[in-house]
């Protein structure tokens, strides 16, 4: 079974924060992908990565930064939290083809105060 | 701009009704499609891919290229359908999904 991990389910900071979200996935993923869900927006693509120290800006770049240092291990880091980054954010995995499932985390729930 | 749009935020049937959930996308070509379901306080999974023509858990899903659609349909709904469902195809340039709004399936018994 594939596993896509992440490292908090719930959390809450304080605007101005620097926030770490981490994602772990266990089958040799080339792909890599961080959403936040909304209600009434369905998925946003944040970020993809499609190899180690690779990465690509989807739709909703602003205010995200991201690091994937291995091919496990990709992370979303938001440089100063805003009330408008409060979400759930949830991590994705896949392999290359584009034909191929992703995989989702069970998601964490960010709440920005 | 590729768009995906599922237009019922929420679709509530009886028990045995048949069920359609309409997705409609907008770009050219033939695109791949795939529908994702999310279970109450589950992850989201994959449910089917148009490329597989399969049927899962009693659901097909028919790519209409002239209607540029991709409506999941199932004839008999079951209160375990109950879920979030979202259409997504994969963009036109690269191994990306586009994930519409998600419709809310509700089944009531």
């Known amino acids: 079974d594939v596993k896509v991990t992440q490292s908090s389910r719930y959390l809450v900071k304080r605007t101005g924060e620097k926030v770490f979200l981490e994602c772990v996935q266990d089958?040799?993923?080339?792909?890599m992908f961080w959403y936040r869900q909304d209600p009434g927006l369905g998925l946003r693509l944040i970020y993809f990565?499609?190899?180690?120290?690779?990465?690509e800006k989807g739709d909703i770049p602003e205010g995200y930064s991201v690091s994937r240092e291995k091919k496990e291990r990709f992370s979303l880091i938001l440089e100063s939290a805003s009330t408008n980054q409060t979400s759930m954010y949830l991590c994705?995995?896949?392999?290359?083809?584009?034909?191929?499932?992703?995989?989702f985390g069970p998601g964490t729930r960010l709440l920005v105060l | 701009a590729q768009r995906v749009t599922q237009p019922e935020k929420l679709l509530s049937v009886f028990k045995g009704a048949p069920v359609e959930l309409k997705c409609n996308y907008s770009?050219?070509?033939?695109?791949?499609l795939f529908w994702y379901v999310q279970y109450s306080r589950q992850r989201l999974q994959l449910l089917l891919r148009h490329i597989s023509r399969e049927s899962i858990k009693g659901f097909t899903a028919d790519l209409n290229k002239g209607e540029t659609s991709f409506h999941l349909k199932k004839p008999f709904a079951q209160e375990e359908d109950s879920a979030m469902y979202y259409c997504?195809?994969?963009?036109?340039?690269?191994?990306?999904?586009?994930f519409g709004a998600g419709t809310i399936l509700r089944v009531k018994s």
């Open positions: 089958m040799d993923h080339e792909n």
């Open positions: 994705a995995s896949s392999f290359p083809s584009g034909e191929e499932t992703q995989y």
């Open positions: 990565s499609y190899d180690v120290k690779m990465k």
């Open positions: 770009y050219s070509g033939s695109p791949e």
């Open positions: 997504a195809p994969l963009r036109e340039y690269g191994n990306k999904l586009v």
